[in-house]
Every structure is written in structure tokens, then in C-alpha cells.
């Protein structure tokens, strides 16, 4: 057995997804070209050239843009930012994504978790849910392309609808998209903000997935009536951001590796997929399904009936396989999640992931 547990748990590139080389030379030109400038306090909202940047690819003016650090903390900044503009409860997918889940129930908010199948939130629940009550709620949490913890992806026609309904109730959106560049198969659907507009819809993605975690880069396109409370509050949390760390992914993009890098990625993470995928296939026994994401870093695990995920993690562990159970992508006491869990394919070789799905299958038989 290798020593270290094999790690389907951890929503991570693995260390040779990470242009390292290239980003300590950006890192190394940038401090020296620009100086002072970025070891210093400066604009809340981030690095100018990178705001710009990010701006054009999603054809906004950059006083929509705010970099953050991390796609995370801005999550945590829009939730507060709406909850205290229009309090109420925030609608998010069944499952979801497990940080902003502990952040909501952090800030006190209701947590109602909306349907989702193999084609993404259920329009119709999320319909049926605004008619429900006659409060609106605060806001919807959605992350429609290569969703974490389960891989799926919304279509296109969906994406449409929930757009529809968004407009029909005034309803916030905040879409999440920090795979939606990693795709590896298919062709991409328009984002929410896209066929929106941009007056409800409010979309995020990060660099963590298509450069660095570690860099802590990620941004929001705000509405333009929301871009500067939303500032206020990071200026108010950090006062500024770490700029060199901005300036290294704008040194990056400007001598062209984001796109080459992307493309390595791509193919990397393809082959851990198909890896995971195939010995899923081999080793697991009849009953048990997956989700087949054409892109990110996940994919979602359904045991047969009655095989309980929070105890194959007990078990999982002395034969040196870690995963998350699916009960932690639901809200806390749901009872959901139970036959089911995320399998993160991300962070190891694929020779690895073979090895680890196969200790689980014979857990299994
Ligand atoms: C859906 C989703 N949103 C946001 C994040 C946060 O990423 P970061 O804070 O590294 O930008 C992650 C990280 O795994 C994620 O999966």
C-alpha cells in the first residue's frame, strides 16, 4: 500500500497541474517591472490590468469587476452583502457545494435545497419553491457548469428557463463558475450572467482551477448597482488585496501561457476522469451509477440501496482511500445524501485513482 492515503477527497490539482515554473518567473517580472506598486495598499477592487482583462472576456465595464481573493471570500462578501439587503432564505442546489453551505448557516440563513438531476437544478422546482411563499428569498446559489460536488452540468435549454423564472421574480442570482474553462469535452453553454444580462445575475470564477489555488485569485462581476457596497467590503475585510499575486496571473496571461497551460490541463484531467471512470466500471458492483461530467474536477457517486457512504468512509480509511460523503453536500440534518458521495478525481495520477477505486469495489463486494 502507498504511503500516503490516495486522495479522492481533495478538490486540488495535483502538484504537475500547477505552471509553477512559469508563474515564479511572472511572479519574479512582474515585482521587479512594476516596483513598489504592488507590494503596496492600492484599489480594494484589485489589480487594475488583470480587472481589465477579466472585464473584456466578459464584456463589462471594469467598475463591475472586483478581484478577490479567492472565489471564496467574495462568496462570503455577496453573501452578507445580500442577505443584509434583501434578508431572507438563499435557494442552492441538492447537492451543493459544501464552504458556502457552512458559511450560509454561519450568517444565520435558512438553506432550502432545491432538486437537481443529471441535467442540472430542476427549473421546476425552483419555480414551484418561489411560489411556495410569498417572501422572496434572498438569493439563489447556483453552480451550473461542472458542479461541485457532483460534476453536473445545467442545459442549456434549463439555463434559459431559470433565467426566465430569475426575471419573472426579481430573483438574485449568484452563478459559480470556476470550471467552467476546464472543460474537456462538449461545447460550452452560455453562462446565466450571458443570458441575463448581468442586472440579477451576479457571476464568479477564480484562477484556482486554471492556473493556481495557492495564488488566491478570484473575481466577480457584479451589477453595476451592487459593484460598490460589494468593494466596500473587502476594502473593510483586507483593505486591499495581495497584488503581487494579481499581477503574477496578468504577467501569465500577457506572455500568453493561460491558454497553452488550460489546454495541458485539460488533457491531464481528462485521463484522471477516464481513469476513475474505468475502474468505476470494472470494480463497482451492479446498482451503483455515476455522473459523467465532460470537464472539472468531480464526479457523483450513487451506491446501491442501503449501502451507506458516511460508513464505506470508516472503512475506506485503513485500506488508505479518503472521499467525502455525500450527507456534506446537503444542509446539516437533511438526512440526504446518505447512498451517495464525491469523488474527486482532481488530485491524483491516474494510476492512483485506479488503485484507490478498486480498494473501494472490493470494500463493496
Ligand atoms: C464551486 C466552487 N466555488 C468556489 C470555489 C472556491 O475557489 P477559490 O476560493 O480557490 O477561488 C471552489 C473551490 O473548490 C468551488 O468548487
Avoid at 70 to 77: E, T, V
Avoid at 117 to 146: K, M, N, Q, V
Avoid at 281 to 295: C, H, I, Q, Y
Amino acid at each position: 500500500m502507498s504511503e500516503l492515503p490516495i486522495s479522492f477527497a481533495r478538490g486540488a490539482p495535483a502538484p504537475d497541474l500547477i505552471p509553477a515554473a512559469e508563474l515564479a518567473e511572472c511572479a519574479y517580472a512582474i515585482a521587479r517591472r512594476e516596483g513598489a506598486k504592488v507590494f503596496a495598499y492600492g484599489s480594494g477592487a484589485g489589480y487594475a490590468p488583470l480587472r481589465e482583462w477579466v472585464a473584456a472576456r466578459h464584456g463589462v465595464s471594469p467598475s463591475r469587476v472586483v478581484l478577490t481573493v479567492g472565489g471564496l471570500q467574495g462568496f462570503a462578501f455577496y453573501a452578507a452583502e445580500q442577505l443584509a439587503r434583501r434578508p431572507g432564505r438563499v435557494l442552492v442546489e441538492a447537492p451543493s457545494y459544501d464552504r458556502p453551505l457552512k458559511i450560509l448557516a454561519r450568517e444565520g440563513a435558512e438553506i432550502v435545497a432545491l432538486r437537481m438531476d443529471d441535467e442540472g437544478l430542476d427549473p421546476d422546482a425552483l419555480e414551484a419553491e418561489l411560489l411556495s411563499r410569498p417572501e422572496p428569498p434572498s438569493f439563489l446559489y447556483t453552480i451550473p457548469t461542472f458542479q461541485n460536488p457532483s460534476g453536473r452540468s445545467l442545459s442549456t435549454e434549463r439555463r434559459r428557463r431559470i433565467v426566465e423564472i430569475a426575471r419573472g421574480h426579481g430573483l438574485a442570482v449568484l452563478e459559480d463558475d470556476p470550471y467552467g474553462l476546464v472543460r474537456y469535452e462538449g461545447e460550452a453553454p452560455p453562462s446565466l450572467l450571458e443570458l441575463e444580462g448581468g442586472e440579477l445575475v451576479t457571476y464568479t470564477s477564480s484562477f484556482s482551477k486554471t492556473a493556481a489555488p495557492g495564488l488566491r485569485v478570484g473575481y466577480f462581476v457584479l451589477p453595476e448597482d451592487t459593484a460598490s457596497a460589494f468593494e466596500e467590503r473587502a476594502v473593510s475585510t483586507y483593505i486591499s488585496p495581495p497584488f503581487l499575486a494579481q499581477a503574477t496571473i496578468s504577467e501569465f496571461i500577457e506572455r500568453g501561457h493561460f491558454e497553452p497551460n488550460l489546454v495541458r490541463v485539460c488533457a491531464e484531467l481528462r485521463t484522471r476522469r477516464d481513469a476513475m471512470t474505468g475502474a468505476l466500471e470494472r470494480s463497482f458492483p451492479a446498482g451503483s451509477s455515476w455522473s459523467r461530467p465532460e470537464g472539472g474536477y468531480f464526479l457523483w457517486l450513487e451506491l446501491p440501496d442501503r449501502v451507506a457512504t458516511d460508513d464505506l468512509v470508516v472503512r475506506a480509511e485503513p485500506e488508505g482511500v479518503v472521499f467525502v460523503r455525500g450527507e456534506d453536500f446537503f444542509p446539516r440534518g437533511s438526512g440526504r445524501g446518505l447512498g451517495e458521495a464525491r469523488l474527486a478525481y482532481s488530485y491524483e495520477t491516474p494510476e492512483r485513482i485506479t488503485e484507490g477505486i478498486e480498494r473501494l469495489g472490493s470494500l463493496l463486494r
